[in-house]
């Protein structure tokens, strides 16, 4: 064997070579991180520790009283569980189905980028513009001539939560298109084309081979929708949410089935994190009550995220799995 | 062999066009009953665009504008009342990559049963018979409910032949079936194409010049978008009339 073409090591392996532009980056990324995670546990750590010992089942389930600055926070807990799934119930339907027309149908035509990019900037519209939009659009024009024709009084053309439900579902219908329409782009060409060369229709390939592969990413939007939609309090202000109202909003469908009423006010717990300190005629003394209010919203927002994100895993599972 | 029969494919001087650009010009091929023809050409010459324009599969995610025609048993594929989904179970395709759906193997195979709202025993068996001509069944009959997604890529074509089996096409259209398969699992199937013959007639896209040479009867070749030389394999590969052919067979290009 000709050794001469290898002499021996040149290099010792072993030895850190040195980089110190690459050591300098990843220090930065870990400080970023690390900062995160500091103001992260910080304010959560904070609204914990303040809130937590005025947390309590009297608390849960008691309604305000002496000015609110005692009392408990049902009805507010209520309210915001009652107009968040409503909220999700009519913007995850009309969100997919729109992506679905937007990805599978609608094509490349200058309407439908225009109508993308439409959507991709409601996104970053400024949340109080939605609860203007709401009170101008829902309540007073929609509401109001809804009681015109029908001759209802004023049944539809006041705030209630059927209008704030509605503009709730406006600001976070884009969450959801945007979502979606990653979820579809992600399922491979080559499984629709695999499906159409066995003769399925575009529906069929929609319905049998796409959305199963999207459901996962579709529920991120929906845990999205939720996060955004449970906390805000601007869109609502205006189109149903009540500075106080001890009683639940509901009512009985036929005077027999108890349902949440679509034409009543009703109290949200960001909202009431937000009159209590300021509007209350005692914010200092409503302080423990904002900070058990945060933690229960908070609380209440990760809750039903859980359910979501447990949801896709199982999804994805599936797909994985091949069920 | 090919017989002076009606030919089960026939596609008459037929161009292709992307947008402006053209993939293929004037090309002329028929294709005789239970034949096994191999279509080969270097990359890019029009050969996957030839038989996707077969089935119309080229028309799912672009733009194409086609002259000529393609007939299928004398019929007209691009005639107005033709149903391309009726066109699409008539003529299967099997894809470069293998693309099971991540479904269950047992799902794959049933896919497109299902969509014609066959369900029960008839897919059960439909579906054993389908595995069983792909020579997969006694690979996977225990495990029928696993994912197609758990098969080596080799069983994920055959798979992927079984469920374009079930659908019972005349024609079956493989465009490199086995360019991302190693050489046993490409064996396999260059066996199971033998079988295949028998009940149908095949129109394989290959870049493999043995491979073209064992399976087929007949070779063509496409060179540039335009048809260079079709003839009985053997005397393509021992005495083309063209040039091009020879060179190409050589590997002295492409």
């Known amino acids: 064997m000709d050794r001469s073409l290898h002499a021996g090591p040149t290099h010792r392996l072993g030895r850190t070579v040195r980089d110190p ?42 309604t305000p009283t002496a000015g609110m600055t005692e009392g408990g926070i049902f009805p507010a807990v209520f309210g915001t569980l009652a107009v968040t799934s409503l909220m999700i119930l009519i913007a995850l339907p009309a969100g997919v189905f729109a992506a679905i027309y937007l990805v599978e149908y609608a094509g490349q035509g200058r309407m439908a980028r225009l109508i993308r990019a439409g959507v991709a900037n ?15 659009f829902f309540v007073l024009f929609v509401g109001r001539n809804i009681d015109k024709v029908l001759g209802t009084g004023l049944l539809f053309g006041q705030p ?18 945007v979502a979606t329409e990653e979820a579809l782009r992600a399922v491979p060409q080559s499984h629709r084309e695999g499906a159409y060369a066995l003769g399925a229709t575009k529906w069929q390939v929609v319905s049998r081979v796409v959305l199963p592969q999207a ?67 005692n914010t200092v003394a409503t302080q423990p009550i904002q900070y058990a209010t945060t933690l229960v919203l908070l609380g209440l927002t990760f809750a039903m995220n859980l359910a979501a994100i447990l949801l896709r895993s199982r999804f994805r599972r599936q797909v994985r799995q091949g069920r | 062999m090919p017989t002076a029969a009606t030919p089960v494919l026939e596609i008459r001087a037929l161009s292709f066009y992307y947008g402006k650009t053209r993939a293929i010009e004037d090309v002329s091929l028929q294709v005789a009953p239970h034949e096994v023809l191999a279509l080969i050409g270097p990359s890019g010459c ?19 504008r086609i002259e000529g025609d393609v007939l299928l048993n004398g019929e007209s594929v691009y005639g107005k009342d033709v149903d391309v989904t009726a066109l699409r179970r008539r003529v299967g395709m099997v894809f470069q990559k293998p693309n099971p759906f991540p479904k269950s193997i047992y799902d794959n195979v049933a896919f497109g049963l299902r969509l014609l709202g066959l369900g029960g025993r008839e897919v059960n068996e439909r579906v054993e018979a389908s595995l069983r001509a792909a020579a997969l069944w006694d690979e996977v009959k225990d495990r029928l409910t696993h994912s197609a997604m758990s098969l080596s890529g080799g069983q994920q074509q055959r798979l992927c032949i079984a469920r374009a089996l079930a659908v019972e096409p005349e024609v079956i259209l493989m465009d490199e079936p086995c360019s991302a398969l190693d050489p046993i699992a490409t064996q396999k199937i260059e ?41 009985q394999t053997k005397k393509m590969f021992t005495a083309p009339t063209q040039k091009i052919t020879e060179d190409y067979i050589n590997g002295r290009f492409g």
């Not at chain 2, 029009?46 to 194409?64: F, H």
């Open chain 1, 21 to 62: 532009w690459g050591a300098l980056f990843v220090g930065l990324c870990r400080g970023a991180t690390a900062a995160v995670a500091v103001v992260l546990l910080w304010v959560f750590g904070e609204i914990a520790r303040r809130g937590a010992p005025r947390v309590s089942w009297e608390f849960l389930t008691g």
């Open chain 1, 160 to 177: 209630a939560i059927l209008w704030a439900t509605a503009t709730l579902s406006c600001l976070v219908l884009p969450v959801v298109i």
């Open chain 1, 122 to 136: 409601l996104a970053g519209v400024p949340s109080i513009v939605f609860g203007l939009f709401g009170v101008g």
């Open chain 2, 46 to 64: 029009g050969k996957s665009t030839l038989i996707k324009a077969v089935n119309r599969i080229c028309e799912v995610a672009t733009e194409v």
């Open chain 1, 215 to 281: 459901r996962g990413g579709i529920l991120t939007g929906a845990i999205l929708a939720i996060s955004r939609g449970a906390g805000e309090t601007a869109p609502i202000l205006f189109t149903g949410c009540a500075y106080y109202l001890p009683r639940l909003p509901v009512t009985k469908l036929f005077g027999v089935i108890p349902m949440v009423n679509p034409f009543d006010q009703f109290m949200n717990l960001s909202y009431h994190i937000f009159i209590m300190a300021t509007q209350s005629t």
């Open chain 2, 191 to 231: 066996d199971l194409l033998e079988e295949l013959r028998r009940r149908l007639t095949v129109v394989i896209v290959t870049h493999n010049m043995q491979q073209a040479a064992r399976v087929s009867d007949r070779t063509a070749l496409m060179w540039l978008g335009r048809m260079v030389e079709v003839d």
